[in-house]
Each structure stands twice: as C-alpha cells, then as structure tokens.
C-alpha cells in the first residue's frame, strides 16, 4: 500500500473503525440505531463519510442502520400548543418532503450523511422522523403515523420489535432516543402530550398542513420538564447503564456503548412505572 495514496489511507481507516465497531460488539446482519458524536471518534482520513462506510461495513450487506432526523424546517416551536404562524409565514412555510429536507442541525452529520445515502429511506412524520439504510430500512420507515411519534408503531416500535439494538459513538447519555418509547407505552398518570402542525405534500402533491400530536418528547411528565434539570431519558439511561449488562468500548477516540434495544425499553418501562405508576393499573 502506498502511504502517499489518500484512497489506500482512507481504506486503511475504514477497515480500522469496523474493527473497532467489531471489537465493541456490533455483529453483521444488525439492526442498529446510531447516536454519533463525529468529532469525539479523532481525527479521520476521510472524516464522516470514512465513519459511515466503516459502520456499513461492520453490519454487513444484510444489517440496517437507522438515525434520528427530525426536519431542519419543523415549525414545532411555532404551532406547539394552539400557536399560529401568520398567514403570509404559513404560507411561505417549507413544505416537508422526506426525500429532499434536511436533517435537523441539532443530531449533527451522521444523520444527515445516512439521508444522502442512494439507497436511503425516510419516515413521512416531519418532526420526528427516521432515516434508515440497509435491508430493513424501508421496513423501519414504511409509517409513521402524525399521532404515534414515538410510540408502538412508530419506526422505533419497529427497531425493538426487529431485536434491534442502540449505538451511542462518543454521544451522550441523554440521546438515547428510543426511550421515548418507553415514555410512550409506561402505565403512569399524568402524562404530558402536545399537538402541533406540520406541512406535507398530500397524495396529489399539493402542500397541506396537519394535526401531529405525541408524548411530550422534552418532558413527558411535568417532574422532568423543569430547566435545568434532567429529563427521564437521561435518567432511565444513567440507571440503565449502572445496572445492566451491555457492551462498552472505543471506536477512535470515543467512548461507545452498545445496548439491546428491547431490554433498555423494558428498563426504561419498569423505572417509569416502578416511580410514577398506580398500584394496580
């Protein structure tokens, strides 16, 4: 190999970082939700895109991966609740369209390099939706009902349903996203839901705005909707990996942790009820 050669040094890294992927536990033929922190795995002969193929690569030809993807253009803030946009703002509101909008700024790269990729799909929920690569992603995304966001027949009831399992590369502990399933399903009082509007293409390509409603993502009971403070995801998590069983280790210079999806909403569906529930119920 020649080191002068940037193809050869990029190929060196990739075959490193599925190594790595291997190393940390991650098998071919696996359904894995990723959480990424570019930046925390180093430095990267071909940076994100080095990542991306490497992770590929560690699934194999029949493994899938999936990211959170909201919409870079989701008036959430702007329609929570019964607000309205302005007649002229509404109507010069970005129509969502899941093949061409981009992925929320705030879950970073990664996600929006798995949208790119050619053989991508992408849930039709605006806010809240999933991007997926590999042989399960058109399964994954295939619905994603406006009233379900996170719920059981959301994309991420479908990610346990498949024994899928959560990656989080170098990212923290309160991204974990498929615990707002656990959020959702939880037998506990007093749970928060919020509704707002989005604008789709209806089936004959025409811009229409919608009702969505879910659990509240940022605090599904009032306890952890406070500033400052943690929310249940964060603190279903930090028990989880106090308490249970699963794989940690390094890709680059990050640190991971691999988790069971089906056991982690498990976990996450007990704390909730253990905490919150009614006796009974």
């Avoid at 060196?12 to 071919?28: E, M, N, S």
């Avoid at 939880?186 to 879910?214: E, F, H």
Wanted: overall charge neutral; charged content about 25%; aromatic content about 8%.
């Amino acid at each position: 190999m020649d080191a002068a050669d940037p193809s050869a040094v990029t190929d060196d890294a990739r075959r490193r970082l599925a190594r790595d992927f291997h190393l940390l536990g991650v098998r071919p033929g696996d359904t894995l939700m990723v959480h990424a922190s570019i930046r925390s795995v180093g430095p990267i002969p071909g940076g994100a895109r080095t990542l991306l193929s490497a992770l590929r690569d560690a699934v194999g030809a029949h493994g899938t991966l999936m990211g959170f993807a909201s919409w870079r253009d989701s008036p959430y803030e702007e329609t929570l609740d019964g607000r309205q946009l302005s007649p002229e703002r509404r109507d010069a509101w970005p129509v969502f369209d899941p093949a061409n909008a981009a992925v929320y700024g705030g879950f970073g790269m990664f996600n929006e390099l798995i949208r790119l990729e050619p053989d991508a799909w992408r849930s039709g929920h605006p806010d809240a939706s999933m991007v997926a690569v590999g042989r399960r992603a058109r399964w994954l995304t295939a619905h994603h009902a406006f009233d379900d966001a996170y719920g059981a027949t959301s994309p991420l009831g479908r990610l346990v349903e498949a024994a899928g399992r959560v990656l989080l590369l170098g990212a923290p502990l309160d991204s974990v996203t498929v615990l707002h399933l656990a959020e959702a399903i939880a037998r506990i009082p007093g749970k928060r839901r919020v509704s707002y509007q989005m604008p789709v293409l209806d089936a004959v390509g025409r811009k229409t705005w919608v009702r969505c409603s879910n659990h509240d993502s940022n605090g599904v009971l009032d306890c952890f909707a406070t500033t400052g403070g943690i929310d249940a995801v964060e603190a279903i998590a930090r028990a989880y990996v106090e308490r249970r069983p699963h794989h940690t280790g390094r890709v680059g210079q990050a640190s991971c942790h691999l988790f069971d999806a089906r056991d982690l909403v498990a976990f996450g569906v007990s704390w909730l009820e253990d905490r919150f529930g009614i006796d009974g119920n």
